[in-house]
Protein backbone atom coordinates (compact mmCIF):
# COMPACT_ATOMS: atom_id res chain seq x y z
CA UNK A 1 0.00 0.00 0.00
CA UNK A 2 1.61 3.44 -0.78
CA UNK A 3 1.16 6.29 1.33
CA UNK A 4 -1.69 7.75 -0.94
CA UNK A 5 -3.81 4.35 -0.99
CA UNK A 6 -3.02 4.11 3.29
CA UNK A 7 -4.13 8.27 3.67
CA UNK A 8 -7.79 7.58 1.50
CA UNK A 9 -8.06 4.34 4.14
CA UNK A 10 -7.32 6.37 6.68
CA UNK A 11 -9.82 9.29 6.04
CA UNK A 12 -12.17 6.76 6.09
CA UNK A 13 -11.40 5.89 9.65
CA UNK A 14 -11.10 9.26 10.41
CA UNK A 15 -14.30 10.11 9.77
CA UNK A 16 -15.69 6.65 11.01
CA UNK A 17 -14.43 7.63 14.35
CA UNK A 18 -16.30 10.73 13.91
CA UNK A 19 -13.59 13.79 13.22
CA UNK A 20 -14.99 16.21 11.61
CA UNK A 21 -14.16 16.14 7.92
CA UNK A 22 -12.05 19.35 7.69
CA UNK A 23 -9.31 17.94 9.92
CA UNK A 24 -7.56 16.67 7.33
CA UNK A 25 -7.26 20.08 5.57
CA UNK A 26 -6.08 21.92 9.22
CA UNK A 27 -5.73 25.51 8.56
CA UNK A 28 -6.98 27.26 11.90
CA UNK A 29 -5.47 25.56 15.27
CA UNK A 30 -7.39 22.27 16.02
CA UNK A 31 -7.15 20.91 19.43
CA UNK A 32 -9.17 17.39 19.65
CA UNK A 33 -9.54 14.93 22.46
CA UNK A 34 -10.08 11.56 22.26
CA UNK A 35 -11.25 9.47 24.67
CA UNK A 36 -10.62 6.19 24.44
CA UNK A 37 -11.62 2.38 26.52
CA UNK A 38 -9.14 0.40 25.08
CA UNK A 39 -5.06 0.45 23.68
CA UNK A 40 -6.61 -0.91 20.68
CA UNK A 41 -8.96 1.63 20.03
CA UNK A 42 -6.32 3.80 20.77
CA UNK A 43 -4.15 2.96 18.61
CA UNK A 44 -6.36 2.61 15.78
CA UNK A 45 -7.47 6.10 15.96
CA UNK A 46 -4.09 7.49 16.39
CA UNK A 47 -3.07 5.91 13.73
CA UNK A 48 -5.67 7.22 11.38
CA UNK A 49 -4.40 10.64 12.70
CA UNK A 50 -1.40 10.60 11.50
CA UNK A 51 -1.41 8.48 8.60
CA UNK A 52 -4.04 10.97 7.33
CA UNK A 53 -1.16 13.65 8.30
CA UNK A 54 1.89 12.08 6.64
CA UNK A 55 -0.71 11.34 3.62
CA UNK A 56 -1.11 14.96 3.22
CA UNK A 57 2.35 15.99 3.46
CA UNK A 58 2.28 17.28 7.22
CA UNK A 59 5.15 16.41 9.85
CA UNK A 60 4.01 14.17 12.27
CA UNK A 61 5.48 14.38 16.17
CA UNK A 62 4.44 11.71 18.25
CA UNK A 63 4.73 11.86 22.44
CA UNK A 64 3.62 9.10 23.59
CA UNK A 65 4.49 6.36 26.17
CA UNK A 66 6.38 3.45 24.92
CA UNK A 67 4.26 0.56 24.66
CA UNK A 68 1.73 3.20 22.71
CA UNK A 69 4.70 4.28 20.27
CA UNK A 70 5.73 0.41 19.45
CA UNK A 71 2.29 -0.52 18.69
CA UNK A 72 1.32 3.02 16.93
CA UNK A 73 4.40 2.29 14.91
CA UNK A 74 3.45 -1.45 14.32
CA UNK A 75 0.17 -0.81 12.95
CA UNK A 76 1.22 2.34 11.28
CA UNK A 77 4.09 0.12 9.26
CA UNK A 78 1.35 -2.93 8.90
CA UNK A 79 -0.67 -0.07 6.74
CA UNK A 80 1.65 0.00 4.59
CA UNK A 81 3.70 3.13 5.51
CA UNK A 82 7.18 3.72 4.85
CA UNK A 83 7.89 4.72 8.71
CA UNK A 84 11.49 4.68 8.68
CA UNK A 85 11.76 6.60 5.30
CA UNK A 86 9.53 9.50 6.83
CA UNK A 87 11.31 9.18 10.18
CA UNK A 88 14.27 9.99 8.30
CA UNK A 89 13.27 12.82 6.01
CA UNK A 90 12.02 14.23 9.07
CA UNK A 91 8.69 13.88 8.82
CA UNK A 92 7.58 11.26 11.31
CA UNK A 93 8.89 12.40 14.95
CA UNK A 94 8.42 9.98 17.78
CA UNK A 95 9.63 11.06 21.36
CA UNK A 96 8.69 9.60 25.12
CA UNK A 97 5.87 11.13 27.27
CA UNK A 98 7.74 10.78 30.16
CA UNK A 99 10.95 12.31 28.84
CA UNK A 100 9.41 15.72 27.62
CA UNK A 101 7.68 15.97 30.44
CA UNK A 102 11.11 16.38 33.07
CA UNK A 103 12.31 18.68 30.53
CA UNK A 104 9.57 21.31 32.00
CA UNK A 105 7.20 20.37 35.17
CA UNK A 106 8.78 22.04 38.04
CA UNK A 107 7.32 21.37 41.27
CA UNK A 108 4.42 19.31 39.52
CA UNK A 109 3.18 22.05 36.83
CA UNK A 110 4.63 22.29 33.73
CA UNK A 111 6.41 25.87 33.83
CA UNK A 112 5.39 28.26 30.96
CA UNK A 113 8.76 29.31 29.81
CA UNK A 114 10.11 25.90 29.30
CA UNK A 115 7.46 24.77 27.76
CA UNK A 116 7.26 27.08 25.29
CA UNK A 117 11.41 26.85 24.34
CA UNK A 118 11.09 22.64 24.41
CA UNK A 119 7.63 22.58 22.22
CA UNK A 120 8.10 25.94 20.57
CA UNK A 121 11.80 24.64 19.37
CA UNK A 122 9.93 21.34 17.83
CA UNK A 123 7.36 22.84 16.37
CA UNK A 124 9.77 25.13 14.37
CA UNK A 125 11.91 22.72 13.48
CA UNK A 126 9.17 20.61 12.21
CA UNK A 127 7.38 22.91 10.83
CA UNK A 128 10.84 23.86 8.23
CA UNK A 129 10.48 24.39 4.10
CA UNK A 130 6.44 25.51 5.46
CA UNK A 131 4.69 21.94 6.53
CA UNK A 132 1.96 21.83 8.23
CA UNK A 133 2.65 20.05 11.74
CA UNK A 134 0.42 17.37 13.62
CA UNK A 135 0.82 16.46 17.09
CA UNK A 136 -0.07 13.28 19.08
CA UNK A 137 0.29 13.68 22.25
CA UNK A 138 -0.31 12.41 25.78
CA UNK A 139 1.68 13.76 28.32
CA UNK A 140 -1.66 15.49 29.49
CA UNK A 141 -2.98 12.01 30.81
CA UNK A 142 0.56 10.65 31.89
CA UNK A 143 -0.21 13.53 34.41
CA UNK A 144 -4.41 12.56 34.74
CA UNK A 145 -3.11 9.19 35.58
CA UNK A 146 -0.61 10.05 38.15
CA UNK A 147 -3.30 12.43 40.02
CA UNK A 148 -1.97 15.57 38.81
CA UNK A 149 -5.70 16.97 37.65
CA UNK A 150 -4.26 20.60 38.09
CA UNK A 151 -1.00 19.70 36.08
CA UNK A 152 -2.93 18.06 33.26
CA UNK A 153 -5.48 20.92 32.77
CA UNK A 154 -1.89 23.91 33.44
CA UNK A 155 -0.62 22.03 30.39
CA UNK A 156 -3.76 21.74 27.79
CA UNK A 157 -3.73 25.34 28.35
CA UNK A 158 -0.19 25.57 27.80
CA UNK A 159 -0.91 23.82 24.44
CA UNK A 160 -4.06 26.37 23.62
CA UNK A 161 -1.38 29.31 24.61
CA UNK A 162 1.78 27.87 22.09
CA UNK A 163 -1.24 28.05 18.85
CA UNK A 164 -1.01 31.69 19.14
CA UNK A 165 2.56 31.42 18.04
CA UNK A 166 3.18 28.25 16.10
CA UNK A 167 0.86 26.80 14.03
CA UNK A 168 -0.19 23.22 14.83
CA UNK A 169 -3.07 20.61 14.93
CA UNK A 170 -2.63 18.33 18.15
CA UNK A 171 -4.42 15.15 19.24
CA UNK A 172 -5.07 14.68 23.14
CA UNK A 173 -5.87 11.04 24.19
CA UNK A 174 -7.45 10.59 27.47
CA UNK A 175 -8.74 6.84 28.62
CA UNK A 176 -12.27 6.73 30.01
CA UNK A 177 -10.89 4.87 33.38
CA UNK A 178 -8.85 8.17 34.59
CA UNK A 179 -12.39 9.44 35.20
CA UNK A 180 -13.90 6.89 37.45
CA UNK A 181 -15.41 8.44 40.29
CA UNK A 182 -17.95 11.46 40.95
CA UNK A 183 -15.40 13.77 42.27
CA UNK A 184 -13.77 13.78 38.54
CA UNK A 185 -16.88 15.71 36.53
CA UNK A 186 -14.86 18.90 37.34
CA UNK A 187 -12.06 17.83 35.57
CA UNK A 188 -13.40 16.29 32.58
CA UNK A 189 -15.56 19.31 31.83
CA UNK A 190 -12.74 21.11 32.08
CA UNK A 191 -10.98 18.73 30.04
CA UNK A 192 -13.45 19.16 27.32
CA UNK A 193 -13.13 22.76 27.23
CA UNK A 194 -9.60 22.99 26.20
CA UNK A 195 -10.63 21.70 23.31
CA UNK A 196 -12.26 22.50 19.95
CA UNK A 197 -13.48 18.85 19.41
CA UNK A 198 -14.15 16.21 21.95
CA UNK A 199 -14.42 12.41 20.02
CA UNK A 200 -16.33 10.63 22.37
CA UNK A 201 -14.96 6.82 23.67
CA UNK A 202 -15.52 3.56 21.25
CA UNK A 203 -18.40 2.11 22.62
CA UNK A 204 -20.16 5.67 21.04
CA UNK A 205 -17.38 6.49 17.84
CA UNK A 206 -17.75 2.98 16.43
CA UNK A 207 -21.56 3.13 16.10
CA UNK A 208 -22.00 2.99 12.24
CA UNK A 209 -25.39 4.83 11.70
CA UNK A 210 -27.19 7.77 12.90
CA UNK A 211 -30.14 5.87 14.49
CA UNK A 212 -27.54 3.43 16.31
CA UNK A 213 -26.12 6.58 17.60
CA UNK A 214 -29.32 7.91 18.70
CA UNK A 215 -29.92 4.87 20.45
CA UNK A 216 -27.20 4.54 22.37
CA UNK A 217 -27.49 8.35 23.64
CA UNK A 218 -30.69 7.87 24.72
CA UNK A 219 -29.36 4.75 26.68
CA UNK A 220 -26.74 6.46 28.03
CA UNK A 221 -28.96 9.37 29.59
CA UNK A 222 -31.20 6.82 31.03
CA UNK A 223 -28.05 5.46 32.67
CA UNK A 224 -27.10 8.78 33.44
CA UNK A 225 -30.31 9.51 35.12
CA UNK A 226 -30.66 6.33 37.03
CA UNK A 227 -26.96 6.66 38.39
CA UNK A 228 -27.69 10.05 39.81
CA UNK A 229 -30.81 8.72 41.47
CA UNK A 230 -28.66 6.27 42.88
CA UNK A 231 -25.85 8.12 44.13
CA UNK A 232 -28.57 10.73 45.69
CA UNK A 233 -30.11 7.87 47.38
CA UNK A 234 -27.11 6.54 48.76
CA UNK A 235 -25.66 10.20 49.99
CA UNK A 236 -28.82 10.20 51.87
CA UNK A 237 -28.40 6.69 53.87
CA UNK A 238 -24.83 7.77 54.51
CA UNK A 239 -26.06 11.10 55.78
CA UNK A 240 -28.16 8.94 57.97
CA UNK A 241 -25.54 6.51 59.20
CA UNK A 242 -23.31 9.45 60.23
CA UNK A 243 -26.17 10.55 62.29
CA UNK A 244 -26.89 7.59 63.99
CA UNK A 245 -23.06 6.62 64.70
CA UNK A 246 -23.48 10.61 65.97
CA UNK A 247 -26.36 10.07 68.23
CA UNK A 248 -25.29 6.14 69.08
CA UNK A 249 -22.08 7.80 70.51
CA UNK A 250 -23.22 10.23 72.59
CA UNK A 251 -26.19 8.27 73.98
CA UNK A 252 -23.36 5.42 75.09
CA UNK A 253 -21.65 8.36 76.18
CA UNK A 254 -23.60 9.42 79.41
CA UNK A 255 -24.03 5.49 80.88
CA UNK A 256 -20.66 4.68 80.49
CA UNK A 257 -19.19 8.05 81.89
CA UNK A 258 -21.94 7.09 85.02
CA UNK A 259 -20.64 3.55 85.09
CA UNK A 260 -16.93 4.75 85.45
CA UNK A 261 -17.68 6.92 88.16
CA UNK A 262 -19.62 4.50 90.34
CA UNK A 263 -16.68 1.94 89.60
CA UNK A 264 -14.03 4.00 90.82
CA UNK A 265 -16.27 5.07 94.14
CA UNK A 266 -16.55 1.19 94.64
CA UNK A 267 -12.81 0.68 94.25
CA UNK A 268 -12.38 3.12 97.18
CA UNK A 269 -14.28 1.67 99.77
CA UNK A 270 -13.03 -1.92 99.05
CA UNK A 271 -9.57 -0.43 98.95
CA UNK A 272 -10.95 0.80 102.38
CA UNK A 273 -12.33 -2.40 103.57
CA UNK A 274 -9.25 -4.31 102.14
CA UNK A 275 -11.43 -6.72 99.70
CA UNK A 276 -8.55 -7.97 97.40
CA UNK A 277 -10.52 -10.65 95.83
CA UNK A 278 -13.21 -8.19 94.74
CA UNK A 279 -10.73 -4.64 94.45
CA UNK A 280 -9.45 -7.85 91.74
CA UNK A 281 -12.55 -8.40 89.98
CA UNK A 282 -12.82 -3.92 90.00
CA UNK A 283 -9.88 -3.85 88.10
CA UNK A 284 -11.10 -6.17 85.25
CA UNK A 285 -14.64 -4.30 84.69
CA UNK A 286 -12.46 -1.30 84.92
CA UNK A 287 -9.98 -1.98 81.73
CA UNK A 288 -13.28 -3.21 79.97
CA UNK A 289 -14.82 0.12 80.76
CA UNK A 290 -12.27 1.77 79.70
CA UNK A 291 -12.02 -0.12 76.69
CA UNK A 292 -15.56 1.30 75.91
CA UNK A 293 -14.63 4.47 77.05
CA UNK A 294 -11.78 4.54 74.38
CA UNK A 295 -14.31 3.17 71.34
CA UNK A 296 -16.88 5.44 72.14
CA UNK A 297 -14.12 8.20 71.83
CA UNK A 298 -13.30 7.53 68.82
CA UNK A 299 -16.93 7.33 67.49
CA UNK A 300 -17.42 10.54 68.61
CA UNK A 301 -14.00 11.79 67.28
CA UNK A 302 -15.31 10.77 63.67
CA UNK A 303 -18.54 11.91 63.92
CA UNK A 304 -17.11 15.42 64.88
CA UNK A 305 -14.41 14.94 61.93
CA UNK A 306 -17.10 14.39 58.94
CA UNK A 307 -19.20 17.80 60.84
CA UNK A 308 -15.91 19.31 60.36
CA UNK A 309 -16.63 20.18 64.34
CA UNK A 310 -13.13 18.85 65.45
CA UNK A 311 -11.29 21.17 67.59
CA UNK A 312 -7.76 21.58 67.60
CA UNK A 313 -5.89 23.22 70.12
CA UNK A 314 -2.87 25.23 68.53
CA UNK A 315 0.12 25.27 71.26
CA UNK A 316 4.04 24.88 70.82
CA UNK A 317 5.20 21.60 72.45
CA UNK A 318 8.23 19.71 72.41
CA UNK A 319 7.74 16.52 70.27
CA UNK A 320 10.60 14.41 72.41
CA UNK A 321 9.08 14.76 75.94
CA UNK A 322 5.29 13.43 74.82
CA UNK A 323 6.70 10.55 72.39
CA UNK A 324 9.14 9.34 75.67
CA UNK A 325 5.72 9.75 77.71
CA UNK A 326 2.87 8.07 75.27
CA UNK A 327 5.64 5.32 74.80
CA UNK A 328 6.16 4.68 78.62
CA UNK A 329 1.97 4.65 79.54
CA UNK A 330 1.69 1.76 76.93
CA UNK A 331 4.71 0.27 78.09
CA UNK A 332 2.29 0.02 81.59
CA UNK A 333 -0.26 -1.29 79.74
CA UNK A 334 1.40 -4.57 77.79
CA UNK A 335 3.24 -7.44 79.36
CA UNK A 336 3.57 -9.35 76.38
CA UNK A 337 5.82 -6.45 74.72
CA UNK A 338 8.65 -4.49 74.69
CA UNK A 339 8.61 -1.07 73.53
CA UNK A 340 12.12 0.25 72.24
CA UNK A 341 12.87 4.02 71.94
CA UNK A 342 15.46 5.55 70.08
CA UNK A 343 16.45 8.98 68.28
CA UNK A 344 15.96 12.51 69.35
CA UNK A 345 14.78 15.63 67.63
CA UNK A 346 15.15 18.39 70.37
CA UNK A 347 11.85 19.51 67.99
CA UNK A 348 9.29 22.01 68.75
CA UNK A 349 5.94 21.30 67.21
CA UNK A 350 2.86 23.60 66.87
CA UNK A 351 -0.93 21.99 67.13
CA UNK A 352 -2.74 19.89 69.58
CA UNK A 353 -0.47 17.61 72.01
CA UNK A 354 -3.45 15.50 72.71
CA UNK A 355 -4.16 14.74 69.22
CA UNK A 356 -0.81 13.67 68.35
CA UNK A 357 -0.70 11.80 71.12
CA UNK A 358 -3.47 10.14 70.07
CA UNK A 359 -2.27 9.66 66.86
CA UNK A 360 1.08 7.39 68.44
CA UNK A 361 -1.23 5.56 70.79
CA UNK A 362 -3.56 4.30 68.20
CA UNK A 363 -0.24 3.47 66.12
CA UNK A 364 1.40 1.83 69.18
CA UNK A 365 -1.89 -0.77 70.25
CA UNK A 366 -2.15 -1.30 66.38
CA UNK A 367 1.27 -2.50 66.71
CA UNK A 368 0.84 -4.50 69.62
CA UNK A 369 -2.24 -6.33 68.59
CA UNK A 370 -1.33 -7.19 65.12
CA UNK A 371 1.73 -8.64 66.73
CA UNK A 372 0.78 -11.58 68.88
CA UNK A 373 3.52 -13.60 68.03
CA UNK A 374 6.58 -10.71 68.16
CA UNK A 375 7.98 -9.59 71.84
CA UNK A 376 8.87 -6.02 70.36
CA UNK A 377 7.89 -2.89 68.88
CA UNK A 378 10.53 -0.27 67.66
CA UNK A 379 9.84 3.72 68.08
CA UNK A 380 12.01 5.98 66.39
CA UNK A 381 12.09 9.74 65.74
CA UNK A 382 14.36 11.50 64.01
CA UNK A 383 14.57 15.26 62.57
CA UNK A 384 15.53 16.53 59.55
CA UNK A 385 16.07 20.33 58.16
CA UNK A 386 12.41 20.81 58.01
CA UNK A 387 10.22 17.87 59.92
CA UNK A 388 10.34 15.39 62.41
CA UNK A 389 9.18 12.04 61.24
CA UNK A 390 8.23 9.34 64.11
CA UNK A 391 7.81 5.62 62.95
CA UNK A 392 6.06 2.67 64.78
CA UNK A 393 7.77 -0.61 63.93
CA UNK A 394 5.95 -4.31 64.77
CA UNK A 395 7.35 -7.69 63.47
CA UNK A 396 3.61 -8.96 62.84
CA UNK A 397 1.16 -10.46 60.68
CA UNK A 398 2.56 -7.34 58.04
CA UNK A 399 -0.71 -6.24 55.36
CA UNK A 400 -0.89 -6.98 51.83
CA UNK A 401 0.17 -4.51 49.35
CA UNK A 402 -3.41 -4.32 47.86
CA UNK A 403 -4.49 -3.13 51.48
CA UNK A 404 -1.79 -0.64 52.26
CA UNK A 405 -3.40 2.39 50.90
CA UNK A 406 -6.77 1.42 51.67
CA UNK A 407 -6.49 0.96 55.69
CA UNK A 408 -6.62 4.70 56.11
CA UNK A 409 -10.30 4.87 54.75
CA UNK A 410 -12.95 4.82 57.29
CA UNK A 411 -14.46 1.15 58.38
CA UNK A 412 -11.42 -0.57 56.23
CA UNK A 413 -10.01 -3.66 57.96
CA UNK A 414 -7.96 -5.86 56.38
CA UNK A 415 -10.10 -9.04 55.36
CA UNK A 416 -8.14 -11.79 55.08
CA UNK A 417 -8.89 -14.84 57.34
CA UNK A 418 -6.04 -13.94 60.31
CA UNK A 419 -7.15 -10.16 60.64
CA UNK A 420 -11.07 -11.62 61.23
CA UNK A 421 -9.90 -13.02 64.82
CA UNK A 422 -8.85 -9.00 65.50
CA UNK A 423 -11.25 -6.80 67.27
CA UNK A 424 -11.43 -2.90 66.25
CA UNK A 425 -13.84 -0.66 64.38
CA UNK A 426 -11.48 0.31 61.62
CA UNK A 427 -11.38 3.61 62.15
CA UNK A 428 -7.93 4.45 64.27
CA UNK A 429 -6.04 5.20 61.13
CA UNK A 430 -8.80 6.81 59.59
CA UNK A 431 -8.52 9.21 62.36
CA UNK A 432 -4.78 9.59 63.00
CA UNK A 433 -4.47 10.37 59.32
CA UNK A 434 -7.09 13.34 59.63
CA UNK A 435 -4.90 14.45 62.80
CA UNK A 436 -1.74 14.30 60.71
CA UNK A 437 -2.95 15.95 57.54
CA UNK A 438 -4.50 18.77 59.91
CA UNK A 439 -0.99 19.14 61.00
CA UNK A 440 0.53 19.55 57.60
CA UNK A 441 2.27 16.13 57.74
CA UNK A 442 1.85 12.71 56.51
CA UNK A 443 1.08 8.97 57.68
CA UNK A 444 2.10 6.05 55.65
CA UNK A 445 2.65 2.75 55.91
CA UNK A 446 5.46 0.42 54.27
CA UNK A 447 5.15 -3.41 55.36
CA UNK A 448 5.16 -6.79 54.22
CA UNK A 449 3.14 -10.00 54.45
CA UNK A 450 3.69 -11.64 57.30
CA UNK A 451 7.40 -9.64 58.32
CA UNK A 452 5.71 -6.57 60.09
CA UNK A 453 4.72 -3.21 59.38
CA UNK A 454 6.40 0.04 59.85
CA UNK A 455 4.14 3.18 60.14
CA UNK A 456 5.55 6.61 59.65
CA UNK A 457 4.49 10.09 60.25
CA UNK A 458 5.97 13.64 60.05
CA UNK A 459 5.02 17.31 61.38
CA UNK A 460 6.42 20.72 60.76
CA UNK A 461 8.91 22.13 62.89
CA UNK A 462 7.74 24.70 64.76
CA UNK A 463 8.76 28.11 63.25
CA UNK A 464 8.19 31.60 64.68
CA UNK A 465 4.85 33.52 63.26
CA UNK A 466 2.84 29.69 63.27
CA UNK A 467 0.70 31.13 65.98
P1 LIG B 1 -8.79 -1.41 63.72
O1 LIG B 1 -9.69 -0.94 64.81
O2 LIG B 1 -9.42 -2.43 62.85
O3 LIG B 1 -7.43 -1.80 64.21
P2 LIG B 1 -7.45 0.78 62.33
O4 LIG B 1 -8.07 1.91 61.57
O5 LIG B 1 -6.55 1.12 63.44
O6 LIG B 1 -8.67 -0.12 62.80
O7 LIG B 1 -6.68 -0.13 61.29
C1 LIG B 1 -7.31 -0.50 60.07
C2 LIG B 1 -6.81 -1.85 59.60
O8 LIG B 1 -5.43 -1.76 59.24
C3 LIG B 1 -6.87 -2.92 60.65
O9 LIG B 1 -8.15 -3.54 60.68
C4 LIG B 1 -5.78 -3.88 60.20
O10 LIG B 1 -6.29 -4.75 59.21
C5 LIG B 1 -4.75 -2.97 59.56
N1 LIG B 1 -3.63 -2.63 60.47
C6 LIG B 1 -3.47 -1.50 61.18
N2 LIG B 1 -2.30 -1.50 61.85
C7 LIG B 1 -1.70 -2.68 61.55
C8 LIG B 1 -0.44 -3.29 61.92
N3 LIG B 1 0.42 -2.69 62.73
N4 LIG B 1 -0.17 -4.49 61.37
C9 LIG B 1 -1.01 -5.12 60.54
N5 LIG B 1 -2.20 -4.60 60.16
C10 LIG B 1 -2.55 -3.40 60.64
Redesign the pocket.
Known amino acids: MTTTSASNSRDITEQKLGLRSHESEMSAFEHLVQFYETDAFLVDSVSGFIATGLGAGDTCIVIATQPHRENLEERLEADGLDLAGARTRGEYISLDAVEMLSAFMVDGLPEPGRFAEVIGSLIEQAAQGQRRVRIFGEMVALLLMEGNRSGAIRLEELWNDLSKLHSYSLLCAYPMHGFDGEVYEQEFTEICQQHSQVIPAESYTTLASTDDRLRTITLLQQKAHSLEVEISRRKELERRKDEFISMASHELKTPVTSLKGFLDLLQRRLATQGDEQSLHYLARMDAQVQKLTRLIADLLDLSRMQAGQLVYREECFELDGLVREIVENIQGTTQTHRLLLDGETQARVFGDRDRIAQVLV ?2 LN ?2 I ?3 PQADTVRVHMAKDHQQVIVS ?1 Q ?1 F ?4 DKE ?1 QHK ?2 ERF ?4 GPE ?1 KT ?11 SQIVRRHGGRLW ?1 E ?1 KKGE ?2 T ?1 YFTLSLFQEGMK
Open positions: NLNAKYSVDGIGIHIFYQATEYPGLGIGLYISVSGSF
